[in-house]
């Protein structure tokens, strides 16, 4: 099949990918394991990274060759030379023919035309994002799990995670009265401190995102859990309180997956605005989107 666009929105937890026909419609997808450009700092995450953009290629031209290819990155900050041409290479296109931006980038324009509203994105990381009418780029937040990225999935997963072995340190084995701490075991392997380091300063941070699901899970049964996704959608609401701010009241959406966690954090982002925004969650997918600029 020819004629086709290539979209990618890869993030620490999964990347996806879509091609699309001239006509917008969605030809094939897929999901891979998750990548960003932060990666691209050290000679092992480069190597991972260009061994990630060879294996989605071949998953891609088993459907078709495409044409051209808009991709969105975590963590991309604007020179994506060695990136194009990693991922043009296994596809066999000329560099000019892939187009890199960061994944919020495209994530917003899933939702709004430049100028037109607000984006609050919650997956691995959190950031308000605005593109105005002439094409610029508004931020609020998404500065990176360290420094804040407040109400994401490894935000989530680190309050979580501080709260359990806080109340350890006061009384050895609280842990097991807590729905929420026996969640969070249970995904991480046991109960031993060494456990929680290793999951924590181990791995890839979309990886530690994904102990958001046991908080999320245990919700129910545990005030604690519920409190941690309360305040996510706090965090969140402040995202788009900060751009209404800045550039005046305009609709939020809100997208990404930690969004969908619970019903806690959108209703807490809902309750936390003014009644003057609407607030709308979208489940819209970013690959689509990205394949559907790149096939026009």
């Known amino acids: 099949m020819s004629g086709l666009g290539l979209g990618i929105d890869a993030g620490g937890t999964c990347t996806r990918w879509a091609l699309a026909g001239f006509d917008g419609a969605i030809v094939a997808e897929g999901e891979l394991a998750g990548l960003s450009a932060l990666q691209m700092g050290s000679s092992d995450g480069r190597a991972s990274v260009q061994a990630s953009f060879a294996a989605l ?49 495209i994530a917003y324009r899933a939702s709004f035309a430049p100028g037109e ?76 401190w ?25 919700a129910g049964e545990d005030p604690v859990a519920a409190a941690i996704l309360t305040q996510a959608g706090r965090e969140l609401a402040r995202l788009a309180q900060a751009l209404t701010a800045r550039f005046g009241a305009r609709p939020v959406v809100l997208a990404g997956r930690a969004a969908t966690l619970h019903a806690l954090i959108v209703n807490t982002m809902r309750a936390e605005l003014p009644d003057a925004i609407s607030l709308t969650q979208t489940t819209a997918r970013a690959h689509h989107a990205a394949a559907r600029l790149a096939a026009a």
């Open 57 to 105: 290629a071949a998953e891609v031209l088993v459907h078709g060759q495409p044409q051209a290819v808009r991709a969105g990155l975590t963590g991309f900050g604007g020179d994506g030379a060695q990136l194009q041409q990693w991922l043009a290479a296994p596809l066999g296109l000329p560099v000019a023919a892939v187009l890199l931006s960061s994944d919020i980038d």
């Open 117 to 192: 509203g607000y984006l609050v994105y919650a997956g691995t990381g959190s950031i308000g994002a605005w593109i105005d009418a002439d094409g610029v780029f508004h931020r609020a937040g998404g500065r990176g799990v360290i420094l804040d990225d407040g109400g994401g999935g490894f935000w989530i997963a680190r309050e979580a995670l501080r709260h359990i072995w806080r109340n350890e340190d006061e009384e050895p084995g609280r842990w097991r009265s807590s729905p929420m701490a026996q969640a969070v075991f249970a995904q991480i392997g046991g109960d031993d």
């Open 194 to 218: 060494a456990l929680s380091r290793q999951f924590m300063y181990g791995q890839e941070r979309g990886e530690v995102g994904r102990l958001a699901l046991a908080v999320a899970a245990s």
